[in-house]
């Protein structure tokens, strides 16, 4: 799979905007997650993300940590509960970031978490602890565990999974939004990208010209050999190609490209590019409502041949939302490679979205071509573009 160095801190623009994703989008999503905490006979869910994997968490919140992480408490009857690990002083700015009136500080989530849960009563209940991506710092979740002795857990780190699976018209909306922004980024990058810079030089133009346009967090990953993540030390000059994998957060939401760019004639690697993006092409052609997911990796896998291994380290592709990486994923090494129990799906379904991608090496060089899709009535729906 493909991985963009994540940021300690989250730097970007850090708003909501009702008019996009309204407080009813969340209670409707509340709703049907207390439908499945009924059938499970549970009292009230945990919910634990941090910066680097929020997607639960901001599911029914809209809320994500910009730095460190937090909890949300949610019973199966009454208001939603949210315990961060900020300070005091940035309640009120966190506050803007969510529609839940119940927002606390603490330096120690764990501890805290307890005694909040003790608070609402909970201290002999069933609670669900939801950490998909097991981030949840062992000393802090072993003295919560520890300070209710009384409490029966039960583990649903993949519960809102097959929730997040098909994504809401607004969620849509808020992705198309996200690929708009990405398609100007991807188009004002060759402005940056010039011969005889500095590698390191051109990623910190493209990283400011995203956060300029208003996203929330880039990931960027580049290179004529190989794709690095942005480092001081890449101190390498472009020369006549680089490729680029982008990845842009907006209003939550996450959309990926990748594209290469040519700053002098190369017959051999401008012929790789067209068949790069002929093959996400034909795997775009394979999202369709009712289809299996593992035909997109058969189809990837003919089309590619001998460079079918190289491109697989790079992955093909997988769901996209609030996540980079989420179901429906093609294989289950892939699920696993991010921490996923399962591949989420193995029918495609109307409204899924996923980022498709193929990398070609040959001869010491690489190129890549990437975009992300909707899966409509009718086929594969862009949501980057050109």
């Not at 994997?53 to 408490?73: E, H, Q, W």
Request: include cysteine.
């Amino acid at each position: 799979m493909i991985f963009g160095r994540h940021s300690v801190l989250k730097r970007g623009c850090s708003t909501w905007d009702p008019k996009l994703a309204p407080p009813e989008e969340f209670q409707s999503r509340l709703e049907a997650v207390r439908r499945e905490m009924a059938r499970l006979n549970l009292d009230a869910l945990v919910i634990y993300g941090d910066n680097y994997s929020f997607a639960d968490l901001c599911y029914l919140t809209n809320y994500f940590p910009k730095v460190r992480g937090g909890i949300a408490v949610v019973p199966r009857d009454g208001a939603v509960s949210m315990l961060l690990n900020i300070g005091s002083r940035d309640v009120p700015f966190a506050k803007t970031l969510t529609w839940v009136d119940d927002v606390r500080a603490s330096s120690q989530v764990g501890g805290d978490g307890a005694k909040l849960l003790k608070e609402k009563g909970f201290d002999r209940a069933r609670l669900g602890l939801v950490d998909s991506g097991q981030g949840f710092p062992l000393p802090q979740l072993e003295e919560m565990i520890g300070a209710l002795p009384q409490v029966t857990w039960q583990n649903l780190h993949s519960l809102f999974q097959p929730i997040r699976l098909r994504k809401s018209a607004r969620e849509l909306a808020a992705m198309s939004e996200a690929g708009r922004l990405l398609s100007e980024i991807c188009q004002d990058a060759a402005a940056v990208i010039n011969p005889g810079r500095r590698e390191y030089e051109i990623v910190a133009d493209i990283d400011r010209l995203a956060r300029d346009k208003g996203a929330e967090d880039i990931r960027i990953l580049a290179g004529e050999k190989r794709l690095n993540p942005p480092s001081f030390k890449q101190t390498a000059c472009v020369g006549a190609h680089w490729a680029v994998y982008f990845a842009v957060q907006h209003e939550r939401y996450w959309a990926e490209a990748g594209r290469t760019y040519f700053l002098a004639y190369d017959k051999k690697a401008q012929s790789a590019y067209g068949k790069a993006q002929e093959i996400v092409a034909a795997m775009a052609q394979q999202l369709k409502p009712n289809d299996a997911v593992a035909a997109i990796d058969e189809t990837a896998r003919k089309a590619l041949g001998e460079f079918y291994a190289t491109a697989s380290v790079y992955g093909l592709g997988n769901g996209i939302g609030l996540n980079q990486w989420e179901a429906p994923f093609l294989r289950e090494s892939d699920a696993h490679e991010v921490g996923a129990s399962s591949v989420g799906a193995t029918t495609l379904n109307e409204d899924m979205t996923l980022a498709l991608r193929a990398t070609i090496e040959s001869e010491g060089k690489i190129v890549l071509f990437g975009d992300s899709f909707q899966v409509t009535a009718g086929g594969a729906k862009t949501l980057v573009g050109k």
